[in-house]
C-alpha cells in the first residue's frame, strides 16, 4: 500500500529534519506548521494513515489538534513527537485514545523509523479488517437475500404442492364414486389402480391393487388393442364370465405423461 505520512510541527528545521529522514522510505510526505493547517491538508488528503505532531504549538496544542483529527479521522494512527516534560500533558490524550505513542525530543533515528514503521502496520491491518468487515457485511447481506428469495420458494412451492395434493384427493375421489370402472395397469400387466365399481365388476368387491392383470380381469378385455385416445371410438362390446356385458374403452397411457400401460373404462351394457 502507498503510505502518507503527515508532520505537523511549527518548527521548520524540525519539518525538514524529519522529511529528510522518512523521504528514503519512498513515502508521500505532507508538512503542517501548526494544527489548523493539519486539519485543512487532512481535509484534502483522506489518503493520511499516519500523523506525528509536535505537542507545543502556538495556537493549537499537539494533543488538542490530535483529538480532533481522532474525531474526523479515526482510522488515522498519531503519534506525539516532544520533550520529555510534555509527557504529563500527554498521558491523558494517550488514555483517551487521542494518541497511539509518545515519543521524545531529541529522537534517534533508527528507533522513530521503527516507530512510524509499525504505526503504518497499525494503520494497513486496519484498514484490511475494515475492508474485510465490508466485504463480510455485504456477503452477508446477499445471503439474506438468497434466503428471504428461497424462503418465499419453498412457501410458493409448498402452497403450490398443498394445491396438487387437493386436486389429486378430489380426482381420486371423484374416479372412486364414478358409475363405471376404471382400472390401470402398466406394462408389466399389473394392475396400479382400480375404483370401487371396477373391484365389485371384477372381483366381487376385493381388492385388485398389485394384482396381474391376466388373472383378474376377462380375456375379452385384455384381448382389446389400446387406443390411442376415446374421442370418437366406440365402446367394445364384452361379455363377462357372469354374464353380464360391459360396453369397454381401451386406452393407451402415456401421451400426456410419464404412465405407461393402458387404462380400462368399462359401463354396464345390457344382457
Known amino acids: 500500500m502507498d503510505r502518507t505520512l503527515l508532520l505537523v510541527d511549527d518548527e521548520q528545521n524540525i519539518l525538514s529534519a524529519l522529511t529528510r529522514l522518512f523521504r528514503r522510505q519512498g513515502w508521500q510526505i505532507l508538512r503542517a506548521q501548526s494544527g489548523e493547517e493539519g486539519l485543512e491538508i487532512l481535509a484534502s488528503h483522506p489518503e493520511v494513515g499516519v500523523i506525528l505532531s509536535d505537542q507545543r504549538m502556538p495556537g493549537m496544542l499537539g494533543v488538542t489538534f490530535l483529538a480532533r483529527v481522532k474525531e474526523l ?20 490524550a494517550i488514555n483517551r485514545g487521542a494518541v497511539y505513542k509518545f515519543l521524545t525530543k531529541p529522537w534517534e533515528d533508527d528507533l522513530l523509523l521503527a516507530n512510524v514503521e509499525e504505526a503504518f502496520r497499525r494503520h494497513e491491518m486496519s484498514r484490511e479488517n475494515n475492508r474485510l468487515n465490508d466485504e463480510l457485511q455485504q456477503a452477508n447481506h446477499a445471503l439474506q437475500r438468497m434466503n428471504s428469495h428461497l424462503e418465499r420458494t419453498v412457501e410458493d412451492k409448498t402452497k403450490e404442492l398443498a394445491r396438487q395434493i387437493e ?14 370402472a376404471v382400472i390401470g395397469v402398466d406394462d408389466s400387466e399389473i394392475i396400479v389402480f382400480a375404483n370401487q365399481v371396477a373391484c365389485e365388476m371384477y372381483a366381487s368387491g376385493e381388492n385388485l391393487l398389485g394384482e396381474d392383470a391376466s388373472a383378474k380381469l376377462p380375456a375379452c378385455l385384455l384381448s382389446l388393442v389400446p387406443e390411442d385416445q376415446a374421442r370418437n371410438k366406440l365402446p367394445r362390446l364384452c361379455k363377462l364370465a357372469s354374464g353380464r356385458q360391459v360396453n369397454c374403452w381401451k386406452l393407451r397411457m402415456g401421451l400426456r405423461s410419464f404412465a405407461r400401460g393402458w387404462l380400462l373404462v368399462a359401463v354396464p351394457g345390457y344382457p
Not at 494512527?77 to 516532544?82: A, D, H, I, K, T
Request: hydrophobic letters at 40%; aromatic letters at 6%.
Open 167 to 180: 386436486v389429486l384427493q378430489v380426482s381420486q375421489e371423484i374416479l372412486q364414486t364414478l358409475p363405471v
Open 73 to 92: 479521522y479515526p482510522d488515522t494512527v498519531r503519534l506525539v513527537l516532544s520533550g520529555y516534560t510534555e509527557l504529563e500533558s500527554v498521558t491523558d
